[in-house]
């Protein structure tokens, strides 16, 4: 009833949502209006209708066009003038007739104000029962207003563009009522959205409203005070969904935790720092949870050795719920298990494998205080989505006190062959954790193989997606584009880049030493051919990687000595972090891009560089390792090379280098073209639904069970 308050859970009798269409159902942000409708797919007894002023081809286009726009039962068309049943699009003439008593015909209004050179009839729009015009709002005069009144017809003006002349008794809220009384519609069961002037019908029906905050301001100040009409700050699909939320009508997500032993922001010099690079993880799963946290009732999970950082600031909306560890059990945990255990049995180099019970005890320490805290912030039957080998032994943990969860895994290194895992000294605690999840995750199908054989031989194995992660391809576009060009060089100079972090994982001695066998062998590149290595240190703490930063720096150093020149070195070593836009500079300078790695996940430096050169129409080259999980996905034109054949890397290389630019510039494009992989948002959605067997909503996945 009018000025009752919103009634907190479900209505007694049927729901039904009537929204208008442009600046309500199809307003706001993909992630939002994906949302919505999905909402409504888990509700079905709630009821669509769409109030538009758009004619019903209008209509019918969009629904073939717009897979984000949820299907309506029944349509108010023409503001107002026109019922249709969607079913079978037909017009209700039993509704339709009354709202249209004693209107004088389309032509007949449309001769009669034909004397007004400011109306401007729209010819583009699909008009019954109704006569539509362009009308700037300076020219919206007592003299149009008035030769309608003398036509028995009413008007409505929105957006200060569009004046449509009506019969008298048609309207969005009057069609809505016969609609209501023919099929006995509650008032208390109705939820009308809206955004614009010719939206004001409907609030006055005595329902309950949600009105947009990108709302005229005509429209805002009529329902300031309807304590029915719920006001978020929010636009289109976002607005609806909150005030269903709120109405009790529709059931949030089951809540999500995101478990990753590292915040999506890094502590440094006493404040949260983001990460440079809009690609990997850690901004995926930021941006996901920044921009949908309330759709996902998510939280991050993540671990901090610094006591300061829990009590500043994140300079991020996403919750991130942090756990203290104290730095002696991070070392033996992170620093020495994870970096010395279990990754050189990841990337294949399983005999560098070091095992110390101690360091394991901080492993196992580590995985049970994580489980507990997940356990605290993960709501009854919610879902919890854990990231790489660092949380292994979580599920086993995790699923001894919460049955009731969904936990998920994915894998973004890659997972290792059965024969590597075996000889974990711990191989068979962790077999045991990882058969407690109900999913695990990989980029590529032989990761998810190797998966699947581990744990070949058990009664219950986790279900298996395949998930390849794209990058935000427009950033990484626009930002190309927006950088100055740097100074012509020399014409006749080839300059060879790789971008990625120390790890013997990628090869970086062995690249050297293809280098060194290429100038000897070709002495005409000597002046000529500039390799250039940008290779951050890993984080304090870490000595997994010692022997391969002294190896690659003597390895440069003898190279240089022995061809440099006064104003030439092969090797620019770049040990260093770099700004984002710095490293696209890179990538638009390099004719040959390098990505040697012995195994790798997805390397999303290798997008980054084919994206950042197409989008420049750049004349750069990708050598790709064949163990690079991209390597799945660019089969064909990629020219791949294998790192752990000296004399392929120097064939390899050779080859691209030997390439024109038009060739390299066509190989490139061939590679764009098989860059399919969902963008980061989208994937990591599809990932959550995948967890929580559900049909996965967006495409870019493959769900096996």
């Known amino acids: 009833m009018p000025g009752a308050s919103p009634s907190p859970g479900p209505s007694p009798g049927p729901t039904v949502l009537v929204a208008d269409l442009d600046g309500t159902l199809l307003a706001g942000d993909p992630d939002s209006r994906r949302q919505l409708l999905h909402a409504l797919r888990r509700h079905p007894t709630i009821t669509v209708v769409y109030a538009t002023g758009r004619g019903l081809s209008s209509v019918q286009a969009l629904l073939a066009q717009d897979p984000l726009l949820p299907p309506p039962r029944w349509i108010i068309a023409d503001v107002g003038a026109s019922v249709i049943d969607a079913t079978d699009m037909r017009h209700v003439t039993a509704l339709e007739e009354p709202l249209r008593t004693g209107w004088p015909g389309h032509d007949h209004v449309r001769r009669a104000l034909s004397r007004f050179p400011a109306l401007v009839y729209q010819h583009d729009a699909d008009q019954q029962g109704r006569c539509s ?38 309207g969005k809220g009057p069609a809505l009522r016969r609609l209501m009384r023919r099929l006995r519609w509650p008032e208390t069961g109705v939820l009308v959205a809206g955004d614009s002037r010719n939206d004001l019908s409907l609030f006055q029906i005595g ?53 990753y032993h590292r915040p999506p922001v890094h502590w440094s010099e006493g404040e949260w720092h983001e990460p440079c690079s809009p690609n990997g993880i850690l901004p995926t799963l930021a941006s996901l949870l920044d921009s949908g946290a309330d759709d996902l009732d998510a939280v991050w999970a993540a671990a901090t050795t610094d006591d300061d950082a829990g009590a500043a600031p994140v300079p991020t909306r996403l919750p991130l719920a942090l756990l203290p560890v104290p730095a002696d059990r991070w070392n033996g945990y992170f620093h020495r298990a994870c970096k010395e255990t279990l990754w050189p049995a990841l990337t294949s180099q399983d005999h560098l494998i070091q095992h110390d019970a101690a360091w394991w005890a901080d492993y196992e320490a580590f995985n049970s205080a994580f489980a507990r805290h997940i356990n605290t912030h993960a709501a009854r039957n919610g879902t919890v989505w854990l990231h790489d080998y660092n949380l292994w032994l979580v599920p086993g943990l995790l699923k001894r006190e919460r049955p009731d969860l969904a936990v998920g895994l994915f894998h973004h290194t890659p997972f290792p062959h059965p024969l590597a895992f075996r000889r974990l000294p711990a191989a068979e605690q962790l077999r045991t954790s990882l058969l407690q999840l109900d999913w695990a995750g ?187 999980g991209a390597a799945d996905y660019l089969r064909g034109p990629a020219l791949l090379t294998d790192p752990q054949c000296a004399d392929d890397l120097v064939d390899v290389l050779r080859t691209a280098l030997t390439m024109t630019p038009a060739q390299r510039r066509a190989n490139t494009m061939r590679l764009i073209r098989l860059l399919t992989m969902p963008p980061p948002a989208e994937w990591a959605r599809t990932v959550i639904a995948a967890i929580r067997d559900e049909p996965v909503p967006v495409p870019g996945g493959v769900v096996s069970r």
């Not at 362009?134 to 200060?160: F, M």
């Not at 009105?211 to 309807?226: C, K, Y």
């Not at 500039?530 to 150093?557: F, K, N, Q, S, W």
Request: aromatic share 8%; hydrophobic share 45%; glycine share 6%.
């Open 207 to 259: 329902s309950h409203g949600v009105v947009m905050r990108n709302a005229e301001p005509d429209l805002l100040a009529h329902v300031s005070t309807d304590p029915l009409v719920h006001r978020p700050a929010l636009d289109g699909a976002a607005a609806i969904l909150a005030a269903l939320e709120r109405l009790g009508w529709v059931k949030r997500l089951k809540g999500v935790v995101i478990g």
């Open 133 to 170: 015009y362009y009308l700037a709002p300076e020219h919206r005069s007592p003299d149009i207003t008035a030769a309608v009144d003398e036509l028995g017809c009413t008007w409505t003006y929105s957006a200060d563009r569009y004046f449509d002349v009506l019969p008298a008794r048609s």
């Open 442 to 628: 990989f980029h590529t199908s032989d990761f998810a193989d190797n998966f699947r054989r581990v744990l070949g031989g058990s009664p219950r194995i986790p279900r298996i997606g395949v998930h390849p992660l794209g990058i935000d391809r427009h950033t990484v576009a626009e930002l190309a584009r927006s950088r100055v060009p740097a100074a012509p060089r020399d014409p006749h100079a080839l300059l060879v880049l790789s971008v990625e972090r120390l790890d013997y994982a990628k090869a970086p001695v062995q690249k050297i030493d293809a280098v060194a066998a290429l100038l000897e062998q070709q002495p005409a590149l000597r002046g000529r051919l500039r390799y250039r290595l940008v290779c951050p240190p890993p984080a304090p703490g870490i000595h997994a990687y010692d022997t391969t930063r002294a190896h690659l720096e003597h390895a440069i150093t003898e190279l240089n000595s022995r061809w440099h020149t006064p104003d030439w070195a092969p090797i620019d070593y770049l040990p260093e972090t770099l700004s984002f836009p710095d490293v696209i500079d890179h990538y638009l300078a390099a004719d040959v891009f390098w990505v040697t790695s012995l195994a790798d996940g997805m390397n999303l430096t290798a997008q980054e560089f084919l994206v950042a050169q197409a989008a420049t129409e750049g004349a750069g080259v990708l050598v790709l390792s064949r163990y690079a």
